[in-house]
């Protein structure tokens, strides 16, 4: 089962975290692998331990908020492998210095975020379905969070963002279909990387994993083995939806701490 083998999947963001994670476990299940991101020592790495495992992987170093390299993605995708039948839409994040209350909220706080998680999601997704078209379709995997179903303070256009990128899932499901192309989002709770680690200091990590049922926080290969079903043909008649991977999670710590911080303000 979940066998990818003769397969072509690219991920962009694929050298560090989640995205290194899907990387490896697409290239495990026997797929092509072509990664991109903005750290061209990390695709290596990456790139260099599919190799090393036996696999076939190519690195493009890009930033994927210039419109031009999606398209130059796919080309190169498939002029490399002869084919591509898999896009996962990884890169996102939102920055320290664009964090904030919506009400203080600043035209280059929202252009950077939204640009980067939900504009270069759609534009990856239409470069893909544009090479899959009339080649067999393939599978578009989002990957979302749960932000985009929850109330996410102080970053409310990162959860806006997302819940634009799993409507847009839908319709590119709908709008597509016809063409063979499948098109899903997953969804992460809290999931254990770098840079997930660098704000979770202290007793911060503590606390998330209170909110967690599973009694753990997730791990790069938690949200790769739901991309590696979502790629693989056992998923042929699954399209236009948003799989939650969470740990069964339903309430965020940064949604509670806000409400603290709210009612201290009201106090004094």
């Not at 664009?98 to 950077?112: F, H, K, P, S, Y």
Request: charged share 20%; hydrophobic share 45%.
């Amino acid at each position: 089962m979940f066998d990818l083998t003769g397969k072509c999947a690219v991920v962009t963001g694929g050298g560090r975290g989640i995205g290194r994670g899907i990387s490896l476990a697409l290239a495990a299940a026997g797929a092509d692998l072509f990664v991109t991101g903005r750290s061209s020592a990390m695709l290596e790495a990456t790139v260099a331990q599919i190799r090393a495992a036996g696999g076939r992987a190519v690195a493009m170093p890009a930033d994927i908020t210039d419109m031009a390299v999606p398209g130059s993605l796919a080309e190169r995708a498939l002029a490399e492998f002869g084919r591509l039948d898999v896009w996962v839409n990884n890169a996102g994040s939102a920055a320290r210095e664009d964090v904030g209350a919506l009400i203080d909220l600043n035209e280059g706080q929202w252009d950077r975020v939204v640009d980067l998680n939900m504009k270069s999601a759609f534009f990856g997704a239409q470069a893909a379905a544009r090479a899959m078209r009339g080649r067999g379709g393939g599978s578009i995997i989002n990957i979302t969070s749960r932000s985009g179903s929850h109330p996410n303070p102080m970053t409310g256009q990162y959860g806006a963002a997302k819940a634009g990128v799993e409507n847009l899932t839908m319709t590119m499901g709908v709008e597509w279909g016809h063409m063979g192309i499948r098109v899903n989002a997953v969804a992460p709770g809290v999931v254990v990387t770098e840079e997930t680690m660098a704000v979770l200091t202290g007793d911060r990590s503590q606390k998330q994993i209170d909110t967690v049922p599973l009694g753990r926080l997730g791990q790069p290969h938690d949200i790769a083995s739901a991309c590696v079903y979502l790629a693989s043909d056992e998923a042929a008649w699954v399209s236009g939806i948003t799989i939650p991977v969470n740990g069964g999670s339903r309430i965020a710590i940064g949604y509670l701490a806000y409400l603290r911080k709210a009612a201290k303000a009201r106090e004094g």
